[in-house]
């Protein structure tokens, strides 16, 4: 089982929804990522989150560091925000090697 | 341009040939680290840099692959003798001292092709 699970794989969703990408981690963790990466692209950091919630634009990230998870939201969503979002956390005993996972595509059509 | 610099962005390489990958960090930043994507793969850590130390190289093969970071200059992944499954985005990421308050800056990466 990989450390580091995201839901779902894929995701399709007309433009103006309102978009949850999840993360759950079986790891003690210092902190969480959440990254974007456009095809061909390479990687924007969006959030790093030790507790709490983040929110930047249309985009919220929460995390609950007793369940290890976390949640990417997208509200408003737009045919740029098609991407795929990546979930990585930063290890409690190696807190700069970071474990990823695989991804979830997003595609917001118009 | 204030972000982490790759180059070049794409790289073929012969079997058997070299590959050298650069990457200059964010101005400021003493930390470099190093990660392969494999296609359809999640990206997997490689080594971690501080100025003329590898700090963890771990993930990195023990052969064929090299990495460094001098004092002055961008830090080089060399792959010797390259092979088809050499063949991946090989992203570079940096960061201050204080990686917990600033977190990391990633670059576009350096997509390697092994024909």
């Known amino acids: 089982k990989n450390e580091v699970e995201q839901s779902p794989q894929n995701l399709t969703a007309q433009e103006g929804e309102f978009i949850t990408i999840n993360c759950s981690y079986s790891?003690?963790?210092?902190?969480l990522h959440w990254l974007q990466q456009h095809p061909g692209g390479g990687i924007v950091s969006l959030f790093m989150?030790?507790?709490?919630?983040k929110k930047h634009g249309r985009l919220i990230a929460t995390i609950n560091i007793q369940e290890k998870h976390s949640s990417l939201h997208i509200t408003a969503s737009h045919p740029r925000d098609s991407a795929v979002y990546i979930c990585a956390v930063a290890h409690m005993d190696s807190n700069y090697q970071l474990i990823w996972g695989a991804g979830t595509k997003l595609i917001i059509k118009p | 341009n204030a972000g982490v610099m790759q180059n070049p962005r794409h790289l073929v390489r012969r079997r058997g040939q070299e590959a050298r990958l650069r990457c200059s960090p964010v101005k400021g930043h003493s930390h470099v680290y190093w990660y392969r994507q494999l296609p359809e793969e999640g990206l997997k850590f490689m080594v971690y840099l501080q100025k003329e130390n590898i700090i963890d190289e771990s993930g990195m093969p023990k052969e064929r692959f090299s990495a460094e970071f001098p004092k002055e200059g961008p830090s080089i992944l060399r792959i010797q003798q390259v092979v088809r499954g050499d063949s991946a985005a090989y992203f570079c990421?940096?960061?201050?001292?204080?990686?917990?308050?600033?977190?990391?800056?990633f670059g576009s990466g350096t997509r390697l092709t092994v024909v």
């Open positions: 989150l030790s507790s709490g919630k």
């Open positions: 990421a940096s960061s201050p001292l204080d990686r917990s308050n600033y977190g990391y800056t």
């Open positions: 790891v003690g963790i210092s902190a």
